[in-house]
């Protein structure tokens, strides 16, 4: 069976099936041809949309509706005139970018949007932090005890044996041989001073 290759339409965010859900576009001109970006339902959407807008002009021109001068903002539901200073300005369409928030709450929005990454990343910080904390000190613990798991790491790292040869004569040995190894050094230490 052949597999299907999918994508991810960014618009809606559905994965599909490539060549049935999305355009093959070919540039004869410039020597490309590629699968839009959108899928087939996003592109009809956004064409009907498109076509609305341009309806929706045209009817305003013919009846003499006058263009808004201002606008409401949903966030903070002032009243402000339609203009750069107090809305994000979409240049292309002159009109603003969001038409629920103007260009105040924006910066608010943005802002809290900014400081709330932030915190996120701090948090996954001390989260890692904590973790290698808590390692630390099960480590010391193991040391400490000369446990198993220990023994065994020693084992590996310094002798490197693998871990299916490691018998439990093995780990008895080489426990006495650290506990040894230790009551010298700590000797000799005493020795010294
Ligand atoms: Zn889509
Ligand atoms: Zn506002």
Request: aromatic fraction near 10%; charge should be positive; proline fraction near 4%.
């Amino acid at each position: 069976m052949e597999e299907v290759k999918t994508k991810v339409c960014p618009k809606c965010g559905e994965e599909k099936p490539l060549t049935e859900e999305f355009w093959y576009l070919r540039h004869y001109a410039y020597g490309k041809s590629y699968y839009e970006g959108p899928c087939r339902i996003c592109h009809k959407t956004r064409a009907k949309e498109l076509r609305n807008n341009i309806r929706k002009e045209k009817k305003r021109e013919k009846e003499n509706i006058p263009i808004p001068t201002d606008k409401t903002c949903s966030y903070c539901g002032e009243t402000k005139p339609l203009k750069y200073k107090y809305w994000v300005w979409d240049c292309k369409f002159n009109k603003p970018y969001s038409s629920h928030r103007c260009r105040e709450c924006t910066r608010i929005y943005n802002l809290e949007y900014k400081q709330k990454a932030k915190q996120k990343i701090e948090k996954q910080k001390a989260k890692r932090i904590r973790a290698r904390e808590r390692k630390k000190i099960k480590e010391r613990v193991y040391r400490q005890a000369i446990d198993d798991k220990y023994v065994k790491d020693e084992l590996r790292k310094k002798i490197g044996v693998l871990t299916q040869d490691i018998t439990p004569e093995m780990i008895e040995l080489k426990r006495v041989q650290i506990q040894l190894f230790r009551k010298t050094k700590q000797f000799l230490k005493e020795e010294a001073a």
